[in-house]
Each structure stands twice: as C-alpha cells, then as structure tokens.
C-alpha cells in the first residue's frame, strides 16, 4: 500500500453501523407505504435499535479514563496477553505516547498510523500499535501532523486479539519536548560515521542507543536499523553496521 507523510482522506471511506441502520429505515419507509402498520412497526424497531446503540456507546464512552502510556509499554503488554489487553482498553481507552511512523490506508480505504516507541527503536522489524481513523473529528486532528512528530492518540481498542494493539482513534495531540530536546533518530551517512568511528561501546550506546542486533560471529558487529539515509537517492538505508576492533568502532557501512 501507498505511504505518505500526512493523511489524505480524499478517497471515500467505510460507513460505520449507524449508517447500516438508516440505510434500513430508509427500506422500511418503503414496507410502510406497502404494508401500512407493519411496517410502521418495522420503523419502530429499527429506532429503537439506533437509540440502543447510541446510549449503550455513550455510556461506555463516559466510563473509559484513557490512561497514558507509551507505544512501547503497551505493545509489552499486548504480547503478554492480546485478549486480555484488547478488553482492557477496549473498556477503558489509552492516550498513546510515541512517534508517528507511517500514515496509510488499508485495503478497505480505513486510514491509519503506526506509532514508535518514544525511545529511539532500530530493531529490523519492530512491533507497533496500528491506530485507525475512521470518524471524522479523529481525520481532522490527524491532519496537522506529519511522520516523525511526537504525539499523544487518545484511542480505544477495537476488542480484537491481533499479535500488536490494533485501537481506534479519537483525537491526537502533540507531545512538548522534554529540556533536552527529543533524541534524534536518523542521520545522514556521513554523519553516522564520523559520529561513532573510534567510539567505544559506552559511547556508542549513549550517541545513538541499542543496537537492533549484535553478533561475535566474525568478529564483534553491532547493526543498526533505519538509522541512516543515502543522501544521494534521499532514501533510508536498510541498515548500518559497525565493526569493532581492541573495544571500539573500526568501520561503519550503511546498506
């Protein structure tokens, strides 16, 4: 599927059950014309039904507390138990704190984001939560925003037990920086290397972070993942790996 910087609704979109539900009374204003009282009766029913949905929502809505928790807290806690965390915050909702990674558009025309970890994450395929937006206010405050932005998505889990958070969104805001500022995660490849040949291991953890995977097979390797773009073709590289020789950084090279 297409991936993009920010959320374009343009395309037309699922209708929610609501919709479904009128689209019923509309055919049963036909059944009265034919029918007479049973009809009207049809009608009836299918009010009745609209408004039982509608409290029942509402009174879920007013009963969740939307706890805050990170992107990366909540995909633990998903994997400890889905089941049991899609009804958790099915009931309760969360407010997610992480970093926009992906705005797109599954097969059934439903926007949605990926969120990463707060914490810089160069693992090769890291789990996220995957939000969508598919109510209009939701769509609206989506769109002030741009992959890489820190923000905050008060959600709600759609109650299906998927292997990562699968949420429904309500609204997103933006995170403030903390004093320091926020951690960088992606440099240029030059950059990448002059920052780290000669460091040690100490050092590199603290310039960039956890490594997404390390290896003594030939000697000691740490790989970084989506750390570093090709200023040539401006695209992200797959992965950078650094060599080290007597406890400290020998080469670097971004694939």
């Known amino acids: 599927m297409p991936r993009r910087d920010r959320y374009d609704d343009s395309r037309p979109q699922q209708r929610g059950s609501l919709f479904w539900l009128w689209l019923v009374l509309g055919i049963g204003g036909v059944i009265v014309t034919c029918c007479g009282g049973g009809g009207i009766a049809f009608l009836w029913f299918g009010k009745t039904t609209v408004d039982q949905i509608t409290k ?43 970093v926009l990674s992906d ?29 969508f937006f598919t109510s209009e206010s939701a769509k609206a405050s989506l769109r002030q925003f741009k992959v890489g932005d820190h923000v905050a998505v008060k959600c709600v889990a759609t109650g299906q037990s998927q292997s990562s958070p699968w949420m429904n ?11 320091g500022g926020w951690k960088k995660r992606e440099w240029t490849r030059d950059e990448f290397k ?17 490594p997404g995977k390390t290896s003594d097979v030939f000697g000691k390797s740490w790989t970084y993942y989506g750390a ?3 200023t040539v073709t401006n695209k992200k590289d797959f992965s950078s790996m650094l060599m080290f020789q007597g406890g400290k950084v020998a080469s670097v090279d971004s694939f």
């Open 103 to 131: 705005v797109s558009e599954n097969w059934f025309l439903q926007g949605y984001v990926e969120l990463d970890s707060e914490e810089p994450c160069f693992d090769a395929s890291p789990i996220r939560p995957h939000i």
């Open 56 to 98: 029942q929502e509402a009174e879920r809505e007013n009963a969740r507390t939307y706890p805050t928790i990170t992107a990366e807290a909540i995909v633990k806690e998903w994997a400890e138990s889905p089941s049991a965390a899609a009804s958790k915050y099915e009931k309760s909702g969360a407010t997610i704190r992480g």
């Open 228 to 230: 570093t773009r090709d």
């Open 169 to 179: 969104a309500v609204e997103v805001s933006r995170l403030d920086p903390p004093a």
């Open 194 to 210: 002059a920052m780290l040949m000669g460091k040690t291991e100490a050092e590199v953890l603290k310039l960039v972070g956890k």
